[in-house]
T-cell receptor
Framework: NAGVMQNPRHLVRRRGQEARLRCSPMKGHSHVYWYRQLPEEGLKFMVYLQKENIIDESGMPKERFSAEFPKEGPSILRIQQVVRGDSAAYFC??????????????FGPGTRLTVL | GEDVEQSLFLSVREGDSSVINCTYTDSSSTYLYWYKQEPGAGLQLLTYIFSNMDMKQDQRLTVLLNKKDKHLSLRIADTQTGDSAIYFCAESIPYNTDKLIFGTGTRLQVFP
């Protein structure tokens, strides 16, 4: 059973380009979380998705960022018109259940985005 | 509010015990976690504690929770060089999601 997979592992973009980050959850997991880690900081929650639904996007910047988790295929975090401040490590986590019970989130290796 | 704080650095000698501290503010937290992050890698869950417990022990790891003071600690016994990493505490917020609120991380350096 493969763990959470993210690709690409490293992504370089110039200012104004688009970045697309992919996350394949663990087999059997239907809950996906995205977190962002700025240099020398902890992880900050961005968005929580279930298949075809955004459940909580309270941590997403209001503009340029979007996320989806289609019925088939990986979850995608999309950043339009990237700026230097978007440079960070983006981590995806998946879980079997969501809600109020114990719910271990398994983390992927992250995508390190560098904006030139 | 949601805020989790940790000291930034800890340096210990190999074989000694390490104690990493964390304070949190959301008293409705259900679970509190300790994660380990090695350079260039993702996060590995080390252990967790339910908020109605005071202590949990798992091999070399001991977690202490003082709910009154909202203080969480992780003790690593017989610290090894392989324990050198960044350690994050996190709390889960029990509303309709289980998003994790992370601390700033403590960089543990173990020297021989």
């Amino acid at each position: 059973n493969a763990g959470v997979m993210q690709n690409p592992r490293h992504l370089v973009r110039r200012r104004g380009q688009e970045a697309r980050l992919r996350c394949s959850p663990m087999k059997g997991h239907s809950h996906v979380y995205w977190y962002r880690q700025l240099p020398e900081e902890g992880l900050k929650f961005m968005v929580y998705l279930q298949k075809e639904n955004i459940i909580d996007e309270s941590g997403m910047p209001k503009e340029r960022f979007s996320a989806e988790f289609p019925k088939e295929g990986p979850s995608i975090l999309r950043i339009q018109q990237v700026v230097r401040g978007d440079s960070a490590a983006y981590f995806c986590a998946s879980s079997f259940t969501g809600g109020r019970s114990y719910n271990e989130q398994f983390f992927g290796p992250g995508t390190r985005l560098t904006v030139l | 509010g949601e805020d989790v704080e940790q000291s930034l650095f800890l340096s210990v000698r190999e074989g000694d015990s390490s104690v990493i501290n964390c304070t949190y503010t959301d008293s409705s937290s259900t679970y509190l976690y300790w994660y380990k992050q090695e350079p260039g890698a993702g996060l590995q869950l080390l252990t967790y504690i339910f908020s109605n417990m005071d202590m949990k022990q798992d091999q070399r790891l001991t977690v202490l929770l003082n709910k009154k003071d909202k203080h969480l600690s992780l003790r690593i016994a017989d610290t090894q060089t392989g324990d050198s990493a960044i350690y994050f505490c996190a709390e889960s917020i029990p509303y309709n999601t289980d998003k994790l609120i992370f601390g700033t991380g403590t960089r543990l350096q173990v020297f021989p």
